[in-house]
């Protein structure tokens, strides 16, 4: 399942809705040179199809795009860094 992925800067978090009422997000803090990743969530009845890795690589490339370092305060965020290492060079 494709998500639409959307940016919402001013509340920190890109989401998704990939069945009406069922929000994916991740949500982020900045700080100077640096992005925190510090909540990844998919409702329970959409777990196991990949929308959490779909959000986590959309953010990343935002990071590299904006030349922010990444800090991942969130577990997933943190896993899925480490099986990826295409986006090592990311990691604060």
Known sequence: MALQI????????????????QRCELDYLLRPGQVVFHHTGVPRALEGRGLAAQ???HGLAWARAQGLKVVPSCSYV????????????LRA
């Open 6 to 21: 959307r940016h919402d800067a001013a509340t920190r978090q890109f989401w998704a809705e990939p069945l009406p009422g």
């Open 78 to 89: 943190d896993a899925f860094m480490r099986r990826h290492p295409e986006w090592q060079d």
């Open 55 to 57: 959000l986590v690589a």
